[in-house]
């Protein structure tokens, strides 16, 4: 009978510390009082499980104010800290064209963010690697924090994840770069992987324009698009990763492939260029179609020019459609589109309200992202922190190498 309720004890502690932990993030000096309060848990189970988070190197416990020189009457409070600074994680995007690294500490206050591209845009697994290795290095040393203190690092990939880390892909891209195995024998650390959009669904909800939102869908609506998806606060990945995926827009009118604002803006624009000869558009690019970028487009239409400002209208339709349908399968409350687009799309925000109840009864409202390209970095540290205050009793600052004093 004991073997049977032993793991649920240590479930419910495991739980616990959680739980504790998360109420001291940020807080500041805590006494045992306030976090029975802020827990819901009896002072025997709040005390020992700090006495433990403290022996685990999570917290500090400050002298009593009796010891201090305060006057208390009765029995003396116990004062906690959460210490921040007891470890560290990384946040990484992988792109195709570069990388992106957040060193955070475990209030999840960002050290540093570090961005370096590829030479080209196809290298090798073993290139991709040694840039991997030297941004790490670069964004640790801008922190001001030793390697050895990196409890979790967690990688976004612009790629279906399974639920237990692996990617789900025939791109050639990702079936010779195996993140997770390369990381942790590189360094020792204990890396997670998520899909890109999943963790930018993260970020927004934490620190963006999502917060306090439970129903959402957060898009990377750069050169492809893809999405993340909360439903009632919990992040969904279906029975193998495959959640928010967007093939199915193959299939939809109007819409027909998976690419994004930044491609179609540039698109729309190169063919708005040859229906009008007055466009400031020919300018911009020099008078060659194919030099024309996405950035030139909004530019033009920022000043009112008229080509330009058609080519936008186009994608706003498009992108009307394209939320529509989503919003139509999961009837979220906020669509928030983010990347590096994101500032750029604010102005196709009216275009794209007016025309979605054109495709969806359920229209959402809209938003961008403030959180810039960043985004996925960000929300790879949310995700490494969750996983970190999950497995406290196990994957814990005391658990990391000694260093010399």
């Known amino acids: 009978m004991l073997t049977g309720t032993a793991p649920s004890t240590q479930l419910v502690r495991r739980l616990n510390a959680g739980a504790m932990l998360k109420a001291m993030r940020g807080a500041g000096v805590v006494t045992g009082t306030e976090l029975m309060a802020r827990t819901g848990l009896s002072r025997a189970t709040v005390i020992s499980i700090c006495d433990e988070l403290v022996r685990l190197g999570w917290l500090r416990e400050l002298e009593n104010r009796r010891g201090a020189g305060d006057y208390v009457k009765g029995r003396p409070a116990r004062r906690f800290v959460f210490d921040d600074g007891a470890a560290s994680v990384l946040g990484i995007d992988i792109g195709a064209n570069k990388i992106t690294t957040i060193v955070a500490d475990m209030a999840g206050n960002p050290l540093s963010q570090v961005t370096m591209p590829f030479r080209t845009y196809n290298v090798s697994a073993a290139e991709r690697a040694d840039v991997l290795d030297k941004i790490a290095a670069n964004a640790l040393q801008e922190a001001g924090v030793p390697a050895d203190s990196v409890l979790a690092v967690s ?18 891209f990702w079936k010779s770069f195996d993140v997770r195995r390369t990381v942790s024998e590189r360094h020792g650390w204990h890396v997670l992987l998520e899909n890109d959009a999943n963790l930018a669904a993260l970020a927004e909800r934490w620190q963006g324009t999502a917060q306090g939102v439970d129903n959402l869908v957060v898009m990377l609506a750069g050169d492809r698009l893809g999405s993340g998806i909360l439903e009632s606060g919990r992040l969904l990945h279906g029975q193998v ?18 690419y994004g604002i930044a491609f179609y803006a540039a698109l729309a624009g190169r063919e708005a260029m040859e229906e009008a000869d007055g466009t400031t558009l ?15 487009v909004f530019a033009a239409a920022a000043d009112g020019d008229g080509a330009a400002l ?17 919003s139509t399968l999961v009837n979220p409350e906020l669509v928030v589109l983010a990347g590096g687009v994101a500032a750029s799309a604010r102005t196709l925000l009216p275009g794209i309200q007016q025309h979605l109840p054109e495709f969806t009864f359920t229209p959402p409202r809209l938003a961008t992202s403030t959180l810039g390209e960043g985004i996925v970095s960000l929300g790879a540290i949310r995700h490494a922190l969750d996983y970190v205050e999950e497995h406290a009793l196990d994957l814990s600052p005391s658990s990391l190498p000694k260093r010399a004093s």
Do not use: H, K
Request: with cysteine; net charge negative.
């Open 310 to 326: 058609s080519a936008l209208d186009r994608v706003s339709l498009r992108m009307a459609r394209v939320i529509g349908s989503i």
């Open 282 to 296: 020919r300018g911009l690019c020099g008078g060659n179609p194919d030099d024309l970028t996405a950035e030139m």
């Open 241 to 258: 990763g495959g959640f928010g995926e967007l093939g199915f827009l193959d299939n939809v009118d109007g819409v027909g492939n998976t």
């Open 155 to 172: 990688v976004g990939v612009a790629a279906p994840v399974s639920r237990e880390g692996e990617v789900l892909t025939v791109q050639e």
